[in-house]
Nanobody, 120 residues
Framework: QVHLVESGGGLVQAGGSLTLSCAAS????????MGWYRRAPGKQRELVAR???????DYADSVKDRFTISRDNAKNTVYLQMNSLKPEDTAVYYCNAAKTDLWGVLNTYWGQGTQVTVSS
């Protein structure tokens, strides 16, 4: 069981920046991939950014060149730096971890979510 705790959400004006943090309960070296998803009101949850153990990253087209995902392995923490925020970035942001267990089963874990609100 991987426990994830997010922090860093809040209210910001359009054009501003926020950094989200996700602290994992174990070494992120053991986790296949960690990422950030978001759910806006009335919409389905969508992938925002993902970072794999091998070092590759993926971003939603809507956040490319504005958001950056990074890892601090020593702190078992993943960050999402969000710049040039837009009102449409308003959502609850969830940290996600995908880890293969001893039996080869890929398990998914979620944080509790943190609200990001961007005012126009």
């Amino acid at each position: 069981q991987v426990h994830l705790v997010e922090s860093g959400g809040g209210l910001v004006q359009a054009g501003g920046s926020l950094t989200l943090s996700c602290a994992a309960s174990e070494s992120i070296f053991s986790i296949n991939a960690m990422g950030w998803y978001r759910r806006a009101p009335g919409k389905q949850r969508e992938l925002v950014a993902r970072s794999t153990r091998g070092g590759s990253t993926d971003y939603a087209d809507s956040v490319k060149d504005r958001f950056t995902i990074s890892r601090d392995n020593a702190k078992n923490t993943v960050y999402l730096q969000m710049n040039s925020l837009k009102p449409e970035d308003t959502a609850v942001y969830y940290c996600n971890a995908a880890k293969t267990d001893l039996w080869g089963v890929l398990n998914t874990y979620w944080g509790q979510g943190t609200q990001v609100t961007v005012s126009s």
